[in-house]
């Protein structure tokens, strides 16, 4: 069952807030509303899930909440910090030290193997997390000498994931990461994001359009024309591996 989650206001326990955030692309009779005023929280630990369909603005959000994309108007704060008042040295600093990115294209150096394509990350971070534990949690301790050219979608996914974790973000930010898969890879990779998260209590944000994973997450906020439809908090998880769509 899921239940409303109240106005969320800085002060419950919200490590990531969102207040009022605004973009536009284009000019004059081009221009184009993409967020119209979004507000919400999400809590440290917590999985939620960004439903939608394409066009509807999430993936505009969530770049803006990685520092990628920058917001017209509005705050994102994240752990007490307001990134918009970061100068361009500052965000960097902060994207490299507190954000992981997971996308659906998995971004690989061909020619490194997966675990020199994983070690990549750990040099973004002054306390990554132990290499070998973290492969060994991917499932590619097989693999982890071998190239992404040499790897099935999900594995080269999971080195993905893989990459962006080992620096042990604050948040996980994925972009449909499961867009490219197939029914039983895509139930593996959000598997392995469950995992993650119960493992080192990273904050997980998934931008998706299958209406199944909401039911994996803490929180859901499903979007509609560039505003926030629904903002539920889902009191009955169910484990990824009983999803079914």
Not at 62 to 71: V, Y
Not at 73 to 96: F, P, T
Not at 237 to 245: G, R, S
Request: aromatic share 4%.
């Amino acid at each position: 069952m899921f239940i409303p989650a109240n106005m969320i206001e800085r002060g419950n326990n919200m490590y990531l807030v969102l207040e009022n955030i605004k973009k536009s692309y284009g000019e004059g009779d081009s221009r184009n509303e993409v967020l119209k005023g979004i507000s919400c929280g999400v809590e440290k630990g917590h999985i939620c899930v960004l439903l939608g369909p394409s066009g509807s603005g999430k993936s505009t959000l969530l770049n803006i909440i990685g520092g990628i994309d920058t917001a017209d108007s509005g705050s994102v704060i994240i752990g007490g910090e307001k990134i918009e008042a970061m100068n361009e040295k500052q965000l960097s600093m902060y994207r490299r030290k507190h954000l992981g990115y997971v996308f659906q294209s998995y971004n690989l150096i061909p020619n490194l193997t997966v675990k020199e394509n994983i070690e990549v990350g750990a040099y973004l971070s002054d306390s990554p997390l132990p290499i070998d534990d973290l492969i060994e949690t991917l499932g590619l301790t097989k693999h982890q000498d071998k190239i992404p050219s040499q790897l099935s979608g999900g594995q080269q996914q999971r080195t993905a994931i893989g990459r962006a974790i080992i620096k042990n973000p604050d948040i996980l930010l994925c972009d449909e990461p499961t867009g490219a898969l197939d029914y039983k890879t895509s139930k593996e990779i959000l598997k392995l994001i469950e995992e993650v998260n119960q493992k080192f209590g990273n904050t997980i944000i998934i931008v998706t359009h299958n209406d199944a994973i909401k039911l994996m997450a803490d929180q859901v906020i499903k979007f509609r024309d560039g505003g926030i439809r629904k903002n539920e908090l889902n009191t009955q998880k169910i484990p990824a591996a009983e999803l079914d769509w």
